[in-house]
């Protein structure tokens, strides 16, 4: 037993103020950005009318006042808003659309809009099922300057790894998508997004690969957490091999079980451990480095991995500045495989419509603009978000693998576990 000093009581009593005073900084700060929000949409609906006359999206007519002989400029059928929800950060409400009007009009008037509102961001989104009314965003102030999100993990395969325009966090989720893809160019925070990945991921019991052909710098800080590290394509390859190994296996616990993914294996009482695949500059495989010609190979044997294994718990994570066919004729079939997508800064049109092909050429042309490294574009469906990821240090990084290293499993253990787990079932069911 712990032996009890007078010393405790007033420790606890000095954390307890401690959590106390900091959660009242909090609460004067989000309530003090709550009264400037309020203020800021007040003056807006201030200057509502005027704005829709002089941007076009009401109609306005000049006329000479009849007993002064001043002119006087009258606006009519002006859009309606209505359903605000209001945040520290800024506003959203729905808009009435005037016959006629679309949302190509509202994104034109939307950097008017942001100087009439005097906001950092303004943008315009239909509303699924809700033809005739517009969303118009609004942030007031930019929570992305400082990401004070943590990375972590919220549930099994989603993971908070930075913050959204909304102040909200950034979560990559696995579950929606098993596969995720990285665009940037060099300097975008590529990197930083992947160390804020793996930060969240290396407290959890999964394996984590990395394929790092550019002298295993970038896998150097996290190496005592990996399963296994590969620098060359020879080893690469060997890697692609123990994937698909461990997915057929795991395809034959899930028959075995009559489920379709690890979700509904765990649900049956069988948790097979996940596996990510981290891939850093997708262009290094697809160049022959030897004189065995083994590009080719990879890129086929890597379409297989995404196409097979996304129901069984092994993830991969594409990485590159670049996903164009000019790398080989199977990155597109990847590509297409791969529906998670985070777009950060780009230098070209192109490898934005690769990127974010399914939304207009109005946002893709932002992600050339990106200016802040760690910032990004997130699809969210038909929507996007601005994003951006947290930043950890060398030292953070070197600190969280060696407090996290016992969590590195080999790939015997990783097979030998799904064995078990699931013998350990059928003598469960046995004894029932």
Known sequence: MTPVTLDQPAHSTRALAIRAGAAIVRSTVAAWRYLWTVVALLRLGLRWKAFCGNTGLAVQRTHTDEHGGRLRIDVFAVPRVDRYRVTPHGWSARVHLRPGQ?????AEACTPLRHAARVQTVKVAELDGQPGFLELRVLRRDPLTRVTERPRELEPGRFVCGAVETGDPMVVDFTDHPHVLVC??????????LSGLQAAIAPTDAALVFWDLKFG?????WRARYTEVCTTQAEVLGSIGRVLALAEQRAAILRALGVRNVVEADAAGVRLRRLYVLV??????????????SAERI??????VVQLVRAMGIHVILCGQRFGSDLGKHVTGIRAQVSGRICLQVNDAQTAEMVLGGLDSEVQRRALGLARPGMAIVPTGQDWHYARCSYLTTAEIRALAAAHADKRVSWDVLTDGDRTALDTHHRQEVSR
């Open 102 to 106: 679309h949302l190509a009009q509202y």
């Open 184 to 193: 940037g160019a060099t300097g975008s925070g590529k990197s930083m997004l």
């Open 217 to 221: 710098l970038e896998a150097e800080a």
């Open 280 to 293: 850093d500059e997708v262009a290094e495989l697809t160049h022959d480095h030897d004189a065995e010609k």
């Open 299 to 304: 890129l086929r044997e890597l379409l297989r």
